[in-house]
């Protein structure tokens, strides 16, 4: 009986093993990463646009919050210091300023067209950082995850499809070493795999942090949460202040919201539950682009949420997918 049991249990073991090995490290097109690139790219490109508008304001000498102030709220100056440094605190003269912010433009508009991929994705991800640990005190939720976006698509060939690095691969003018180093062909990749892993489990925590953050407010038990939202004129874009006159409407999507957000990261991975989970997310966070009038921040979000649908249904959708289908650890 006891042979049984142990044999039992080395099997569960077994099953256990071979599943973690499948979740991380089998192979995995690039289609997926392919669009949130394409997306983050061109968000980075339009938050780099709009911060050159007034530049100066923003990290020049004379800026707002200047270079010694936003070391001093990493350093611990004014309290717990943290693992953020950038370059940015050291650099006073404007013409530097200006040659840092262009390149951080170009690098953006590069990794949305897929150029250099391998290379480009990794310097947007880098130059953005050095500016969120530099805009302390300027920053939201749209500056974090088009970060995080950029950080995870530094770790996998998200340049392999729909990019110019694809197009430039087929037109073989490149030497087979170039190409497999800059260019690398839409097949499976640990690597896409593991990029794809990470990114998902991130957003999940986001999601837990954010609903148990909610749940200890008063308003998002007892109903009125999205009420005080839409009633907000700081953020109204549209007037939504009809929903007073049906407390059970509003009351019923703030509890629906804080149950969406807590259980995202378990309702998520089943198949049966994640369409669900999935339309709720592009509800939630487009409602948040229309009425609160943060578009950019509720876009991001619904891209981030992108990482959950799998290769083969943008293959599907786009009508083009991977040729080799051979997993590569790169």
Known sequence: MIGAAMGEI??????????????????????????IRIATGVMLLYSHLVLAKDLMSFVGPDAWIDNVTAKQLHDGA???????????W????ASLLWA????????????????????????????????????????FGLDQIMTYSAMYLSLAPCGAVWSVDAWLR????WSAKMRDRWLPANRSYVSTNVATRLFQIHVCVIYLFGGLAKARGEMWWDGAAVWFAVANYEYQSW?????????????????TTLFWEVFYCALVWPRLTR????AMAVAVHGGIALFLGMITFGVMMIV???????????????????HEKTPVKA
């Open 90 to 93: 050291h650099i006073d003269n």
């Open 239 to 255: 007037d939504m202040t009809w929903m007073g006159r049906y407390p059970r409407l509003f009351s019923l999507l703030t509890h």
């Open 275 to 278: 369409p669900i989970v999935l």
């Open 78 to 88: 004014f309290g717990v210091s943290d693992w953020a440094r950038s370059y940015l």
């Open 304 to 322: 981030a949420n992108m990482i959950f649908v799998p290769p083969d249904l943008w293959r599907r959708l786009m009508g083009r997918g991977a």
């Open 10 to 35: 080395r099997s569960w073991l077994h099953d256990v093993a071979a599943a973690w090995d499948r979740f991380w490290f089998c192979g995995r097109t690039g289609e997926t990463l392919a669009v």
């Open 100 to 139: 840092h912010q262009a390149l951080a433009i170009t690098a953006s508009a590069l990794m949305a067209v897929g150029f250099l991929s391998r290379l480009t994705v990794p310097l947007a991800w880098f130059l953005n950082l050095m500016y969120v640990h530099r805009l302390t005190g300027a920053l």
């Open 170 to 173: 087929r037109q073989g003018k």
